[in-house]
C-alpha cells in the first residue's frame, strides 16, 4: 500500500488503497517543439496551426492549405528560428527550459504556504508535456480539485481559451472528474504591474542613456476578432497604461504594439515590425522593448524581438536598441503568480 493511500475506513479487507486527497495546481504555457529537426518541427506546427481557436477557417478550407503548403516549408524556416535560441546543453527551447524554473519556484512557494495538501505541475498546450497527461498524473495521485493555470496575463481565444479548452478535455476522459477552476487573466494585477515596472527600472537603470521610448509589443491576433468580442485588445492596453502609471511616466514614453502577424488578413496595429522602423524615421534613436503578454521568454521575443524587430529599428537609422526580458522565473513575477494561485484556491485551502 502506497505511504499516501489508504483504506476507507469500514472497506472489505481487498478495497484497493485510495491516495491521499490533495489539490492539484497545474501551470500551463503555449508549448515548445520536441527538437529543431524537420519532422518535430512539422508535428508542433501540425498541433498548433490545426487549432481553430488560433486560426479559424472552415477545416475544409484551411486544412489543404496548411497540409499541402505550410508545413511542407514552414518547419525547416521555425527549425532554422528554434536552431538560433535553442538551449543546446539541456536540449530544449528557452521557453521550456524557462517554464522549469518557474515550476521549482511556484512549487517551493505554494508547498511552504499548503505542505503536502498540493500537487504543483506544469503541462503545455501543444507538444510536451502534455495537459492529457498531468490531469491523468494528477487524478491517479489522489487530486479531487484542479486549478488550471494558463500563464497568459491577458484574455485571447487564441492562449488562454485554448489551454481551458484541452484541460477541459482532459477532463472528459476521467472516471472520477475533479472539480476544476481556471485562473482568470491577471492584466491589471498591481502585483503584476508591480514586477513589470521593476524589470523597467532594472534594464533602464544599467543604461548610461534613457531611451527615448519604450514599447511594449504584444502578440497580435486578427482585427476581426476584437469586433468579435475577444477583450485581448483592451487588456493589453490597459496593461500598458497601468504600467505607464506605476513608472509615473508621460503618454509619449511609452506606447502599444502588435507583432507576429501570420496570414493575409489585417492584425491588430500598428504591427511592432513597422511601428519600430517608423519610431527611428521620426527620431527615436533609441528605444527598449518589452513583451507584456509572455509570461516566458520564447521564439517570439528572443528570435522575433531581439533579432528581426532589432534589425527593422536599426536599418530605419536607429541607434539604440534594448530588449527587456519577459518576467521569467524573477522573485517578484513568482510572488505575483503565487498571490494569485492562492488567491483563486480560496475554499478549497485557506
Known amino acids: 500500500m502506497q505511504a499516501d493511500a489508504s483504506r476507507p475506513t469500514h472497506a472489505p479487507a481487498d478495497h484497493p488503497a485510495i491516495p491521499r486527497e490533495k489539490v492539484g495546481i497545474l501551470i ?34 484551411w486544412q489543404p492549405i496548411l497540409q499541402g503548403i505550410v508545413l511542407t516549408v514552414r518547419p525547416r524556416k521555425s527549425g532554422a528560428a528554434y536552431r538560433s535560441i535553442w538551449n543546446t546543453e539541456a536540449n530544449e527551447s528557452p521557453l521550456m527550459t524557462i517554464s522549469k524554473a518557474q515550476l521549482v519556484k511556484l512549487k517551493a512557494s505554494l508547498t511552504e504556504a499548503y505542505g503536502n495538501r498540493v500537487m504543483v505541475d506544469l503541462c503545455m498546450r501543444y ?28 484574455y485571447a481565444g487564441a492562449t488562454t481559451a485554448t489551454a481551458n479548452d484541452q484541460f477541459f478535455r482532459a477532463l472528459m476522459a476521467e472516471k472520477w472528474q475533479p472539480a476544476s477552476r481556471t485562473l482568470p487573466p491577471y492584466y491589471d494585477d498591481p502585483d503584476y504591474i508591480d514586477a513589470l515596472a521593476q524589470s523597467v527600472e532594472r534594464a533602464y537603470a544599467k543604461l548610461e542613456t534613457k531611451p527615448d521610448i519604450l514599447v511594449c509589443s504584444y502578440h497580435g491576433l486578427p482585427f476581426r476578432y476584437l469586433t468579435e468580442g475577444d477583450p ?36 491588430l496595429k500598428p504591427y511592432t515590425v513597422e511601428e519600430v522602423a517608423e519610431l527611428a524615421r521620426r527620431g527615436k534613436k533609441r528605444i527598449a522593448v518589452i513583451a507584456p503578454a509572455f509570461s516566458a521568454d520564447c521564439i517570439e521575443t528572443l528570435e522575433e524581438i ?9 536599418h530605419a537609422g536607429g541607434e539604440s536598441f534594448t530588449y527587456i526580458p519577459c518576467l521569467n522565473d524573477d522573485d517578484a513575477h513568482i510572488a505575483a503568480l503565487t498571490g494569485r494561485i492562492r488567491a483563486n484556491l480560496s475554499g478549497w485551502l485557506d
Request: glycine share 6%.
Open 306 to 314: 531581439n533579432e528581426e524587430i532589432r534589425e527593422s529599428f536599426e
Open 28 to 61: 500551463a504555457n503555449l508549448g515548445t517543439p520536441d527538437g529543431t529537426d524537420y519532422w518535430s518541427m512539422r508535428r508542433y506546427l501540425n498541433e498548433f496551426l490545426s487549432d481553430q481557436r488560433v486560426i479559424d477557417y472552415p477545416k475544409w478550407k
Open 127 to 154: 507538444g510536451n508535456p502534455s495537459t492529457a497527461s498531468k490531469v491523468r498524473e494528477m487524478v491517479a495521485a489522489g487530486c479531487t480539485r484542479i486549478l488550471f493555470c494558463p500563464l497568459y496575463p491577458q
Open 232 to 267: 485581448y485588445h483592451c487588456q493589453c492596453v490597459k496593461t500598458t497604461r497601468l504600467l505607464k502609471e506605476r513608472l509615473g511616466w508621460d503618454d509619449e514614453k511609452i506606447t502599444s504594439t502588435f507583432q507576429s502577424k501570420f496570414g493575409p488578413e489585417e492584425w
